[in-house]
């Protein structure tokens, strides 16, 4: 099925239930207006003159409308390409360069942001950008009207009197998004997810990590991410939960939210886990509403995630594994296992292959508790990244296998621990060091709020590992005391040579550490 069916087909049953609630303004979207708006809104886009495979460009912060414009794209057959509400005029320019995206979706808080962009554009590529609220005043007419884009709203889409476009979707073959990864490792890439890949990824999600009619989510993570998008939208959606919506993150709020909401299902990612494990404000609210913690996207520490638990009196921290490519899950920790492996991130789910290769001796497939990179084959791969084939062909094998990048480990017990990137691993003098594994250390350190770790090479062109270290609130903690905590726990060729003190790690929307970013300092 399209996903559009496949997440909304059923869901007239669910009737006047809240589909979706604004966590700020408390505002609500029940099924039947979600249902509703969709079919007008496709119905606007195709009058609009949006036609079957033509891309739009989706560039808002988490809203109620989000999935309104998302499914009434795919309805009228478009693609959606969702982009970043942090990306810079730059970004946004190339990423509509890139997927040849025509219309734009956006905010009027992000309204200057999508016009810059437009401006950076050599052709009149762009034929509208649509607001999907409504500004409180009349945007400034632009400087250069003639080549500007027509502008309207949401509403204008809503109110369209025009019949539902009638469209033939090839679930196995038309991309339902074209989302970006992170560019955590090098420059974002357009990932072409068909409808039947990402359909496909949440019944095998929902068979393992089942979310339940009326169940009430928290969505914090960005919805313009795979994760987000799927775990916090399609999901929650396709079963009749109710999904509570925040902006952006801020600590307190989302407390408050939890509370207040009595939120059951909260999927994060490790920086959130964080702040629940360690942040002094979560003692001051009642978050016994919660159910489960899912945690996925980036490392999360085996102690991190317990104290996490312990501190929400929950058995466990849940781990989901996946990356944009695909569609995103393989491996989850199903939510009714008793005896989850400790900082384990899964099992494989259904219907998907998985080997673990040889770094060292390329082609060698390894066995239980041996590390490797990870390959991945099932229904969720991607068709190929956009326009670049030979970095597809470089991803994907000639037998089907995903070459994830990502290192990790079969335990006795079937689950797999991820143990870093490839490339993010250091090498020192022959040895392989995983940042992700002396940040889990540094963040047991109780003077420690966060931490990152990155390879600096040199004068000897050696590489040697660095941390970079935010204390906690009052604490003089020093370089020497830092070098010192971890060569007490440690083999030596691990060690930390150097400390930088910092007030904040930076990380991406999608709750990873930009280590590019900690290099270039
Ligand atoms: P880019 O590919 O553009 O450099 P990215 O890989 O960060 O960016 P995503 O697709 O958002 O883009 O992220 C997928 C990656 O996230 C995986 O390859 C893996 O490294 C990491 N990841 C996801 N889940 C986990 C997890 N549970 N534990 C550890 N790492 C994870
Ligand atoms: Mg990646």
Known sequence: LPVHEAVLGEAARYGDAPALVDGVTGESLSYRELIAAVGRTAAGLAEAGVRQGDVVALHSPNSIVYPVALYGCSRAGATVTT???????????????????????????????????????ADPQIREVILLDTPAAPPAPAADAAAAPTLRTLADLLASTAPEPVVTIEPGVDLAVLPYSSGTTGLPKGVMLTHRSVATNLAQVQAVHPTEPGE???????????????????????????????PRFDLEQFLRTLQDQRIEGVLVAPPIVLALAKHPLVDSFDLSSVRYVLSAAAPLDADLAAACAARLGLPTVHQGYGMTELSPATHLVPLDDPEPSPGAVGRLIASTELRVLSVDDPGRDLGVGESGEILIRGPQVMKGYFGRPGDTDAMIDAEGWLHTGDIGRMDERGYLHIVDRVKELIKYKGYQVAPAELEALLLTHPQIADAAVVGVTDEDGTERPKAFVVRAPGSGLTEPEVIEFVAARVAPYKKVRAVDFLTAVPKSASGKILRRELRGR
């Open 83 to 121: 982009v970043s509400s942090l990306a810079t005029p730059e970004e946004l320019a190339t990423q509509l360069r890139d997927s040849g995206a025509r219309w734009i979706l956006t905010a009027s808080a992000l309204l200057p942001v999508s016009l810059a962009a437009v401006a950076q554009l």
């Open 216 to 246: 009430r989510l928290i969505a914090v993570l960005p919805f313009f991410h795979i994760y987000g998008l799927c775990a916090l939208l399609h999901r929650p959606l396709r079963a009749g939960a109710t999904v509570v919506v925040l």
